[in-house]
């Protein structure tokens, strides 16, 4: 499981948002849930202190984090953040494992084997692969993942040349909880989520 935290992209952005649903061709969604790095930009960065210790150790990865105290400590300094909960071409098992109590699940997004750019949110579309009709009006995800990862299959095999049609599926849950925990450090230099409130 990985964590992130994104800018919130939704109604509230104004003409920004009014000229992406434009643009996407989809009026009525509420909001965008993704990791595309680009429409919601994320805002707890390698940069940030501790970072390294929490920090997803892979190529592409490192804005990806695998303990969630420290995401929403940090998170908390950015009054439109939205903290993501998130897996990597998870089977239907881990899916329905995941029943954290305060994340609500989101859908499944595709993103670029970079984390770079969403194929189902920010490329410009592919209407011979999928239609924007298909994608949840709450959170501009998919809903089902056989859908998802025939979209990726097909995508890689249409379009072998297009960067951003080599992508992986994720699932993704929205944290929901009212108080974000504070992550407080055990004596050791390391935070322990298990003296988190």
Same mark, same amino acid.
């Given at each position: ?5 994104? /800018? ?14 434009? %643009?996407? #061709?989809?009026?009525? *969604?509420?909001?965008? !849930? ?10 707890? &960065?390698?940069?940030? /202190?501790?970072? %390294? ?9 490192? =804005?990806?984090?695998? =303990? ?17 909960? +998130?897996?990597?071409?998870? +089977?239907?098992?881990? !899916? ?5 109590? $305060? ?9 670029? @084997?970079?984390?770079?750019? +969403? ?13 924007? $009709? $298909? *994608?949840?009006? #709450? ?19 249409? $379009? ?9 599926? %994720?699932? @993704? %849950? ?13 004596? &050791? #230099? ?5 003296? +988190?409130?």
């Amino acid at each position: 499981m990985f964590y992130s935290a994104h /800018e919130r992209f939704d109604r509230d952005d104004g003409d920004r948002w009014v000229d992406y649903l434009r %643009w996407l #061709g989809r009026g009525d *969604l509420r909001r965008v !849930v993704t990791l595309d790095g680009m429409l919601c930009p994320p805002v707890v &960065t390698i940069e940030d /202190e501790d970072a %390294w210790d929490f920090a997803v150790q892979e190529d592409f990865m490192l =804005d990806f984090f695998t =303990d969630l105290p420290f995401v929403l400590e940090h998170a908390a300094r950015f009054p439109r953040a939205m903290v993501l909960a +998130s897996i990597r071409n998870p +089977s239907a098992e881990q !899916v329905t494992d995941f029943t954290h109590p $305060e994340f609500d699940f989101a859908g499944f997004d595709l993103l670029d @084997i970079q984390c770079c750019a +969403s194929p189902l949110l920010d490329c410009g579309g592919y209407p011979e692969i999928f239609l924007p $009709e $298909e *994608l949840s009006p #709450g959170t501009g995800l998919l809903r089902d993942l056989a859908r998802a990862n025939e979209i990726r299959d097909r995508l890689y095999r249409l $379009e072998p040349y297009d960067f951003h049609a080599d992508c992986n599926v %994720w699932a @993704i %849950w929205v944290y929901a909880g009212s108080t974000p925990p504070v992550a407080r450090d055990n004596g &050791t #230099g390391v935070v322990d989520p298990s003296t +988190s409130t």
